[in-house]
């Protein structure tokens, strides 16, 4: 377990640990192997796009475990760079760790990192001279805790683009809109930290422990939130994707997106504010409108939706605000079912569904992350749907989850007490839910893979009644054909 | 903007036409931000410029490249 903390709490000894550390991998050849990784990774696959986060989450993971195998200490950990608490007075740039500002050329002459101690290099790997810091000369001031607190509110992930003009957290974190978190950082030291070969610099490990600790404050603090694109991006950015310049396995940032399965572990300062979840009212369906307002910049609002049965239903805004939706759900707040900007009146949004019955989360944000707003928000349903019926004996049904996050309904009647299965067959990986008696919501029991291979099977013993099947993929970013069937 | 010829920290930058920069003969891509008036480049992945020759100058200035280096 890696225990990640505010460099400047760090003792004299952890201090001494971590500049030998870096030192002993800097002699190894180690060290300018990673500045390599990031300068010649493809720019704009790594910086400006979604994966900018989990490329550098596990860039600096494998950087700590080097240091870790340097020090022979497995639980050291990178210290992170608290800004706020970071100016150039802070003691992470005392002589014992980082060492100071550059002279008037920017050379850095203080501290193990010193001209004479230490040597960058260049894109091609050759010695390019002296380690540079030109503080405060490209932005003359770090991000405060009211900015970084604010950066956290942000929601979702990201969004379309998915690029430096993209809203959402990661391009305020990243720093191209907004309050410019990261990129104000590198600017802030200057020198060594501005091109691509900015690992040059040993801050930009704690510079970048500090984004990534960021990242896992947002994720914590929004829990039915999760990375940003599942598909259709360019490729390299999408959740399954392989990231640039990343060794196998693990590579995708779907394997990064949990600290602590990295044994990863922030210790906090104590002084950055995480956003508390707010309880999501209850949204009626019953055409009734309930006023609400964005009152802080990237607030989320969220209402709770219970669908009573399988229907059409209508969500819509309005007002005079640009409104943002997504519902997840049913029962699960951290599966999103679909977004919807602009689809209502004017910039109002609205979202036309079939839903499965069940519970569901619908966060309203405003699109502009950095606007205020109010809006009315209601639903109702808008007519029942066909559910297919399965013939308990009959033939199979086939049919196919076409779409991230779709789920399939279907209805059988029982009429001969006794044991039934309800199985899938085919080559995807199924997830079935059984309901009944004569209820679409009262979940008798789930199965994922009980059947041949990856497809699902459940047997009960069923009295007579009108049951209900609900089937979905077992990732909620994948797809596939299947079939499915009811035997006594 | 016209042809800009300039000779910045021993670099000599060439700007054509404000679709073509030149640092030491080396053709160096960039991009221009219509919406927002900025420039930026690979070279300076953190950074935008309000005019190409910001851009270039601070490219000579900082990426290692153009200049010699100090120790």
Redesign the interface.
């Known amino acids: 377990m890696a225990i990640r903390k505010d460099a400047n709490t760090l003792t004299s000894s952890e201090r001494a640990e971590f500049v030998a550390a870096v030192l002993e991998i800097k002699r190894l050849g180690i060290y300018d192997q990673f500045v390599l990784r990031h300068a010649r990774a493809n720019?704009?696959a790594i910086?400006?796009c979604p994966a900018f986060l989990p490329w550098h989450r596990r860039f600096i993971y494998d950087f700590e475990i080097e240091l870790q195998r340097a020090s022979g200490n497995p639980n050291l950990g990178l210290p992170y760079w608290n800004w706020p608490d970071g100016g150039e007075t802070a003691s992470l740039w005392d002589d014992d760790l980082l060492g100071g500002n550059g002279d008037t050329?920017?050379?850095v002459r203080t501290g193990p990192f010193r001209?004479?101690r230490w040597t960058?290099v260049?894109?091609n790997g050759q010695?390019?001279?002296?380690l540079?810091r030109e503080m405060r000369q490209?932005a003359s001031s770090l991000p405060t805790i009211s900015e970084i607190t604010g950066v956290v509110a942000q929601t979702p992930y990201d969004t379309a683009p998915w690029d430096a003009?993209a809203s959402g957290f990661r391009n305020q974190l990243e720093?191209?809109i907004g309050a410019n978190l990261?990129?104000r950082g590198?600017?802030w030291v200057?020198?060594?930290m501005?091109?691509?070969?900015?690992p040059n610099d040993p801050v930009f490990f704690m510079h970048h422990c500090m984004v990534d600790k960021i990242w896992h404050d947002w994720q914590v603090a929004h829990p039915s939130q999760g990375y940003q694109p599942t598909g259709n991006a360019p490729f390299g950015q999408n959740l399954t994707d392989p990231m640039d310049s990343t060794p196998t396995p693990n590579n995708r940032p779907i394997d990064v997106l949990d600290s602590s399965s990295l044994g990863i572990e922030y210790q906090q300062s104590g002084e950055i504010i995480v956003p508390p979840i707010a309880t999501p009212q209850l949204l009626p369906l019953d055409e009734s409108f309930i006023n609400a307002s964005i009152n802080i910049p990237g607030e989320v609002i969220r209402f709770q939706i219970d669908a009573p049965e399988f229907a059409s239903y209508r969500l819509e805004t309005s007002g005079n605000s640009d409104t943002v939706m997504s519902l997840f759900g049913p029962n699960d707040a951290r599966a999103l079912v679909t977004v919807n900007d602009d689809g209502g009146e004017n910039l109002n949004s609205r979202i036309v569904q079939s839903l499965s019955a069940g519970s569901y989360i619908l966060e309203i944000r405003l699109y502009n992350p950095n606007s205020l707003g109010s809006f009315s928000i209601s639903g109702q349903p808008i007519g029942t749907s066909a559910i297919p019926t399965l013939a308990v004996n009959g033939v199979q049904t086939n049919a196919a989850i076409s779409f991230s996050n779709e789920s399939d309904l279907y209805r059988f009647t029982v009429t001969n007490p006794g044991a039934h299965n309800i199985e899938t067959e085919g080559q995807t990986d199924t997830f079935i839910s059984l309901y009944g008696p004569n209820s679409q919501t009262a979940l008798l029991d789930n199965d994922d893979d009980s059947g041949s291979g990856l497809n699902s099977r459940l047997r009960w013993n069923l009295p007579n009644g009108e049951y209900f099947v609900r089937v979905r993929h077992y990732s909620p970013v994948s797809t596939g054909s299947y079939s499915i069937r009811v035997n006594r | 903007m016209a042809s800009v010829k300039e000779d910045y920290e021993g670099c000599a930058i060439e700007i054509e036409v404000e679709n073509t920069l030149t640092l030491n003969g080396k053709k160096i891509e960039f991009t221009h931000d219509n919406?927002n008036q900025t420039w930026h480049s690979?070279?300076?992945?953190?950074?935008?410029y309000n005019s190409l020759i910001e851009l270039a100058r601070?490219i000579v200035h900082?990426?290692?490249?153009f200049t010699k280096?100090?120790?």
């Open positions: 720019m704009t910086h400006r050329n920017g050379v001209s004479g960058i260049n894109r010695a390019n001279g002296a540079r490209n003009s720093g191209f990261h990129n590198h600017m200057g020198g060594s501005l091109p691509m070969t900015s | 919406t690979d070279y300076l992945p953190y950074s935008q601070a900082e990426s290692g490249e280096a100090q120790n």
